[in-house]
């Protein structure tokens, strides 16, 4: 099991920046990918950001540029930093880890972006 904590959401005005973090706890062993996701209302969950366990990133073309995942391994903690936000950006944002197939979910946190 994996248990996901998130962090550092909030209400910003556009280009403005915020910080995401997440805390991973229980079985870490074998993880192969930490990602953050975000859905809006009415809409589907997209995936955002990802880094596998190599280090590599990806990101989805809408935050290319403006993004950025990190993690600090030693903590057990993943990041999103989000500079020049957009009223677009506004989301409920979620942390996911996929460990032996098997992908878990935090609870979500709000990120509000005011033109």
């Known amino acids: 099991q994996v248990q996901l904590v998130e962090s550092g959401g909030g209400s910003v005005q556009a280009g403005g920046s915020l910080r995401l973090s997440c805390a991973a706890s229980?079985?870490?062993?074998?993880?192969?990918?930490m990602n953050w996701y975000r859905q809006a209302p009415g809409k589907q969950r997209d995936l955002v950001a990802s880094?596998?366990?190599?280090?590599?990133?990806n990101y989805a073309d809408s935050v290319k540029g403006r993004f950025t995942i990190s993690r600090d391994t030693a903590k057990n903690t993943v990041y999103l930093q989000m500079n020049n936000l957009k009223p677009e950006d506004t989301a409920v944002y979620y942390c996911?880890?996929?460990?032996?197939?098997?992908?878990?979910w935090g609870q979500g946190t709000q990120v509000t972006v005011s033109s």
């Open positions: 996911n880890v996929v460990r032996r197939a098997v992908a878990y």
């Open positions: 229980g079985s870490l062993f074998s993880v192969s990918s």
């Open positions: 880094i596998i366990s190599a280090g590599t990133t």
